[in-house]
Nanobody, 119 residues
């Protein structure tokens, strides 16, 4: 498995979680990466993305609450999603993804991690 996500769980509204994704292999240092989420009965949506030069982009629904970042150690790229002020509508399975800079679509995917926001 090249992309491994972790950090999901159950949190109360207003709480915080930090998701992590470990992308094994030096090839990922040259790839743009992103977090997607999919809630039950809904289409998968892009939450946040980050380029190799750390340019970021966020869905309107998470701007000001979520922060995406990346770090590199040895042959592993670590992708993070800091989620603050969580709302029940943030409940979903969150997945990390990667793509080559010249591609439009993400083509490397990790398994999802469940985030549940509930009191």
């Amino acid at each position: 498995v090249q992309l491994q996500a972790s950090g999901g769980g159950l949190v109360q509204p207003g709480g915080s979680l930090r998701l992590s994704c470990a992308a094994s292999g030096s090839i990922f240092s040259g790839k743009a990466m992103a977090w997607y989420r999919q809630a039950p009965g809904k289409q998968r949506e892009l939450v946040a993305s980050i380029t190799t030069t750390s340019t970021t982009n966020y869905a309107d629904s998470v701007k000001g609450r979520f922060t995406i970042s990346r770090d590199i150690a040895k042959n592993t790229v670590y992708l993070y999603l800091q989620m603050n002020s969580l709302k029940p509508e943030d409940t979903a399975v969150y997945s990390c993804a990667a793509r080559a800079p010249w591609k439009a679509a993400y083509d490397s995917w990790g398994q999802g991690t469940q985030v549940t926001v509930s009191s």
